[in-house]
C-alpha cells in the first residue's frame, strides 16, 4: 500500500509567521500535488509538480518536489488568516489510470 | 471553471438503508472518483470510472458499489448503510492526460444512525 504522510498534523501559528509543511513517502511519483481544502468546500488544487528538485512559488507560497521525487514541501512566507485551512499533497504514481493517493493533511490556522 | 456538483451537502440515514450518492460534473472528464474523508485518514479513494460503464476499485470498496451510466453522472451506492459509512464523501473528475488535477465537489455529509 503507498502512503503518503504529512507533517505536522496541526499549526497554529500568528500571522506574520513563516511555516513550512512536510510531504513524505517511500514510494517514488510520478508527479505530486497540492490541495487546500476550506471548511464546506472541496479541496482545490494549490500546484503540480512533476520533476525532481523543482521549486514552484505561488505568491507568499513556495513548493519543492524532493530530487527522489519521494517528498514534497510547502512553504509559508509571512502567513495571513486567508492561508487558513486543510493542506493536502497527493501523488500520482504508476499506470496508466490517473490514480493518486492523499496524506493525512496538514490543519493550519492563522491567529490575527 | 469545471463544476463538480453533489447533490445533497448533508443526509442523515438509518443503518440498513440503502443510500445513493449522486454526482455531476460539466466539464467532459473521463476520470471521476469517489473519496471518502474522515479526520486523522485524510482522503481515502473508494471506486473511480475512467470511462462509461468502466469502475475499478480504490483503496477501500468494501460497502459500496458505484455506477457511471453517463459520463457526466457518478453515482455512489450504499447497499445496506451502516454506523461506520458516516463520513464526508468527495466526488471529484479530471481528464486522462498526464498530471492533470482533480476537481472536487463540495462533498456529502453523511451521518448512519
Given at each position: 500500500t503507498q502512503l503518503l504522510e504529512q507533517s505536522p498534523q496541526f499549526l497554529s501559528i500568528q500571522e506574520g509567521e513563516n511555516l513550512t509543511v512536510y510531504c513524505n513517502s517511500s514510494s517514488v511519483f510520478s508527479s505530486l500535488q497540492w490541495y487546500r481544502q476550506e471548511p464546506g468546500e472541496g479541496p482545490v488544487l494549490l500546484v503540480t509538480v512533476v520533476t525532481g528538485g523543482e521549486v514552484k512559488k505561488l505568491k507568499r507560497l513556495t513548493f519543492q518536489f524532493g530530487d527522489a521525487r519521494k517528498d514534497s514541501s510547502l512553504h509559508i512566507t509571512?502567513?495571513?488568516?486567508?492561508?487558513t485551512g486543510l493542506y493536502l499533497c497527493s501523488g500520482k504514481y504508476g499506470g496508466a489510470t490517473n490514480k493518486l493517493i492523499f496524506g493525512t493533511g496538514t490543519l493550519l490556522a492563522v491567529q490575527p | 471553471d469545471v463544476k463538480v456538483t453533489q447533490s445533497s451537502r448533508y443526509l442523515v440515514k438509518r443503518t440498513g438503508e440503502k443510500v445513493f450518492l449522486e454526482c455531476v460534473q460539466d466539464?467532459?472528464?473521463e476520470n471521476m472518483f469517489w473519496y471518502r474523508q474522515d479526520p486523522g485518514l485524510g482522503l481515502r479513494l473508494i471506486y473511480f470510472s475512467y470511462d462509461v460503464k468502466m469502475k475499478e476499485k480504490g483503496d477501500i470498496p468494501e460497502g459500496y458499489s458505484v455506477s457511471r451510466e453517463k459520463k457526466e453522472r457518478f453515482s455512489l451506492i450504499l447497499e445496506s448503510a451502516s454506523t461506520n459509512q458516516t463520513s464526508m464523501y468527495l466526488c471529484a473528475s479530471s481528464t486522462l492526460t498526464g498530471a492533470s488535477p482533480l476537481h472536487f465537489g463540495n462533498g456529502t455529509r453523511l451521518t448512519v444512525t
Open positions: 509571512a502567513a495571513q488568516p486567508g492561508d | 466539464m467532459d472528464h
